[in-house]
C-alpha cells in the first residue's frame, strides 16, 4: 500500500474506478455491480466449496461440523466486512467531495485498525471455540470435529480481515475489479486446498478449515503484490500508517452500527441452527446446505446493497442526491427481476441445489423443505438490499442498526422458536420467520423513507 502519489494521465488503475457523480445511472450501478457480483459468487463459492468437497468426500459428522463452523464464522466475517463499511463510505464521500488527498489517511488508520480487531479475534474464536460449538448445540458426534474447524479458522482471523478490508477500501475509491481478483485468487486456492486436504489427505472439516486459512493468506500476499504496483488516486505512505484517532472514530461511528446490525442478524441465524442442531444431524446438515446455497440465491441483491452503498456515498459528497435516488430505484427494478426468477426455481426445485452439497437422500429433504422458505425471501430482499446500501451510503448506519435488530430478534428468532414447536416439526415452517423479518424490516425502510422525504423536500 506504500505506493507514490497518483498520475492521472499514466494509470491503468483509473480504468478500473467508476466516477458515479455523472453519466448514465443504469450503465454505472451495472459496470459496479457486475465485478461486485461475480466476486460475492466467488465469495459464495469460497464458502460453499468446503462443505461440497466434505459432502463429498467425507461423513455427515464432517459436514455438520463444516455447517456449524462455518456460519459461526460466516458471522464474524459479517462483522469485519461491515466494520470495513465504514471505510468505503468515508473513502467513498472524500472522493465524492473531491478530496482525495485524505485517502492516504483514511487507509493508513483502517490498516492499524483491523490489526487490532484482527488480534482480538484471534484470540477469541480459538480459546472460545468448545464454548461456541456448545452454545450452538453442535450434535455430540460432530461436536469434537466442530472445536477442530472453528480452532483453525480461528488462528487465521487476522488474514481473514485484511482480506476483507482490501475490498472495503477499493469499493470505496469506486473500484470493484480489485476486490474480484482478491476473491478468484482466494476461491481457486481453496478449490486446490480443499481437494487435496479433503479428498486426498482425508482430513475432513479440519483439512477444510486449513485450507480456507491458507487460501485466503495466498490472497492477501498476491492482491500486494498486485496493488504495490498500480498508483493510487492518492499518496500512501509509511507516516499514513498511524493511529489517528479522529479518523478512526469517524470510521467506528459509520461502521460500528453495520457491524451490530451483522452481529444480530448472524446470531438470529446461529440460533435458528441450533434449533436445527437439537433436531438431529440431518436438519442441522440440512439446515447448513441452504445457508450456503442461500448466498447464491441473494447474489444479486447483495450485490447492488453494495453498489448503492458506494453509489449513494459518492453522490451525497458531490451534493447529487437525484442521481442517488435515481440510482436506488434503478437497483431496485433490476435485483427484483433476477429475484423472481431464483424464488421459483428455489421453491420447485430445491433439491436438485441441494443434491449439489449432498449426495446424502435424507440431507437433501431436509434441506430442500428449508429451502422452499427462502424462495420468498429471494423476492423480498431485491428491496430490503438496496434500501440499506441506499442508506449506508446517506451514512444512516444507526437506522440500518435498529432495523436489522429489530427484524432479528423482534421476529425471526421468536418465529423460528415458535414455528420449531408445532408438532410434526417443519423446516418449512422454521424458515419462514426469514421473510417475514424481511417484510417488518421493509416497511421500517419505508418508514424511514417518509420521514426523510418530509424534513428534506428535495428528495421526491
Not at 427462502?374 to 435498529?402: E, P
Request: charged share 10%.
Amino acid at each position: 500500500f506504500f505506493i507514490p502519489a497518483f498520475s492521472a494521465e499514466r494509470s491503468l488503475f483509473m480504468s478500473s474506478r467508476i466516477d458515479f457523480t455523472s453519466g448514465s445511472v443504469p450503465r454505472a450501478l451495472i459496470h459496479f455491480a457486475l465485478p461486485v457480483m461475480f466476486a460475492l459468487f466467488l465469495q459464495a463459492m469460497y464458502g460453499t466449496v468446503d462443505l461440497l468437497i466434505v459432502g463429498q468426500f467425507a461423513s455427515s459428522t464432517d459436514v455438520s461440523a463444516v455447517a456449524t463452523g462455518s456460519q459461526i464464522m460466516q458471522t464474524v466475517t459479517n462483522l469485519i466486512s461491515s466494520l470495513a463499511t465504514g471505510t468505503t463510505v468515508l473513502l467513498g464521500q472524500k472522493i465524492g467531495q473531491k478530496k482525495p488527498s485524505e485517502g492516504g489517511k483514511i487507509a493508513g488508520a483502517s490498516l492499524i485498525l483491523f490489526a487490532l480487531i484482527g488480534i482480538a479475534f484471534s484470540l477469541l474464536l480459538t480459546l472460545g471455540a468448545a464454548p461456541l460449538s456448545r452454545a450452538m448445540n453442535a450434535p455430540e458426534a460432530a461436536f469434537l470435529k466442530t472445536v477442530h474447524y472453528l480452532s483453525i479458522c480461528g488462528g487465521g482471523a487476522l488474514i481473514m480481515i485484511f482480506y476483507n478490508l482490501i475490498g472495503g477500501l477499493f469499493r470505496g475509491m469506486g473500484d470493484s475489479r480489485t476486490p474480484f481478483i482478491a476473491v478468484a485468487i482466494a476461491c481457486v486456492s481453496n478449490i486446490v486446498l480443499d481437494l487435496l486436504m479433503v479428498a486426498v489427505f482425508s482430513f475432513g472439516a479440519a483439512g477444510a478449515a486449513l485450507a480456507t486459512v491458507l487460501s485466503q493468506a495466498i490472497s492477501v500476499l498476491v492482491s500486494y503484490h498486485l496493488i504495490s504496483n498500480r498508483p493510487l488516486p492518492f499518496a500512501m505512505t509509511r507516516a499514513h500508517v498511524t493511529f489517528h484517532k479522529e479518523t478512526i472514530k469517524r470510521i467506528l461511528s459509520l461502521g460500528i452500527p453495520l457491524a451490530v446490525q451483522d452481529l444480530f442478524v448472524g446470531l438470529s441465524f446461529l440460533i435458528i441452527l441450533a434449533i436445527a442442531n437439537s433436531l438431529g444431524v440431518n436438519a442441522s446438515a440440512g439446515v447448513g446446505v441452504s445457508e450456503k446455497i442461500c448466498g447464491f440465491i441473494m447474489l444479486v441483491s447483495a450485490a447492488f446493497m453494495q453498489s448503492m452503498a458506494a453509489f449513494t456515498a459518492q453522490n451525497k459528497g458531490a451534493g447529487r442526491m437525484d442521481r442517488a435516488i435515481k440510482g436506488l430505484q434503478c437497483a431496485m427494478g433490476l435485483s427484483c427481476g433476477c429475484g423472481l426468477i431464483m424464488g421459483f426455481f428455489t421453491f420447485f426445485h430445491g433439491d436438485i441445489l441441494a443434491g449439489l452439497f449432498t449426495s446424502s437422500p435424507s440431507v437433501m429433504a431436509a434441506a430442500a423443505d428449508y429451502l422452499k422458505a427462502y424462495a420468498f425471501d429471494a423476492f423480498l430482499t431485491s428491496f430490503l438490499f438496496c434500501f440499506i446500501g441506499f442508506y449506508n451510503g446517506l451514512g444512516l448506519t444507526s437506522f440500518v442498526m435498529a432495523q436489522g435488530i429489530l427484524g432479528s430478534f423482534g421476529v425471526r428468532v421468536p418465529l423460528s422458536y415458535l414455528l420449531s414447536q408445532f408438532q410434526p416439526v417443519s423446516l418449512f415452517h422454521i424458515g419462514l420467520a426469514t421473510p417475514c423479518s424481511t417484510l417488518i424490516q421493509i416497511v421500517l425502510c419505508l418508514g424511514c423513507w417518509s420521514l426523510l422525504k418530509k424534513h428534506h423536500p428535495h428528495l421526491q
